[in-house]
């Protein structure tokens, strides 16, 4: 990473019966999601990098060092320039929206305001909401505040820890586009629990995977999502991630094409998108099955040309095969028994046929 602008933790942590040991070197810009199953020591990372949770180790963030055991530099938590958003908003209930947001603005010294509080507002839609008192907002809207709230101290680094995992999947999808729209808009790196596919799949421009305190693989969530040495392209959830750009949208047929490095995928779409609009498109192991020559008379529609890179057991009866479509990964989960039949292997050329494949965002 030649990147000036990096993150570095070095994390070392004791407990009963958990250790949390991680060396993490991340970009110093983008979402980045910390990954893994419940206990890995997502939230611990977090803290840690924080100062709410001593480890050994150190911390820098983007050029300014946050701990350093080796010359005992620690900067408590309320001089690490930080915004941290919860699952559950933590907001006063006997102060509206706008004192909320003002209350955590008292330490930030006016130099250092690059988010203003009105751009915060601005940003997660809540010009309507500023006279409100928390109890009278539903569980998106408190979380939106406290997504504003955490940008309007103008954090060097936002961490956030399941912010969606309280909401029910419509106030998710009401709060994802808020935090894609921050993405784009302001240039604050953003560390991100996640136990969601989705979530990383949708925001996340770089991946951390977690397990049992250690830091497993890290890298593009492309790249990691497909690994089949790692557990998510493992199992009934497993999915490729392909990025591409909208290419043009069919009124007739409600058809999204996108175009990306194998070839064009064409997506079940009920309303257009802007030519050229980079997109990210979700492409599921048990959606795409092979043929060693192009169908005919088929109704598959997407079928790229693709060379075996992969192939090994998953589960009962079933083979996870990793493919390269023109230097796009994709996944295939067939059965074992079509992997003999059909006599493939490493290396071979096939069709792979794509039933079904929806945009991430
Ligand atoms: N305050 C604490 N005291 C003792 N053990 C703790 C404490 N907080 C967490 N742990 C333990 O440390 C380990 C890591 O916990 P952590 O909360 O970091 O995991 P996580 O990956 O964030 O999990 P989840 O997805 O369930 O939130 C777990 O074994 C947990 O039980």
Redesign the pocket.
Known sequence: MTDARQILARLRLE????S?DVQLRLPGRGVTALF??????????LRAIAGLERAAGSVQVNGQLWQDDATGAWRPTHRRALGYVFQEASLFPHLDVRRNMEYGLRRVPAVRRRVSLERAVELLGLPALLGRRPGTLSGGERQRVAIARALAVSPDLLLM??PLAALDAARKAEVLPYLEQLQRELDIPVLY?S?SVDEVARLASHLVL?QG?RAIASGAPAELLVRPDLPLARGDAAAALVEGHVRGWDARDQLLSIAFAGGELHLAAATPRPVGQAVRVRVAARDVSLARVRAEGSSILNLLPARITHLGPDGPGQVLVGLDAGGTALLARISARSQRELGLAVGQAVFAQVKGAALAD
């Not at 407990?15 to 958990?18: E, G």
């Not at 893994?36 to 990372?45: A, E, F, I, L, Y």
């Open positions: 407990r009963a019966d958990f949390l893994g199953p419940s206990g890995c020591g997502k939230t611990t990372c820890d399941e629990v136990h977690l305190g």
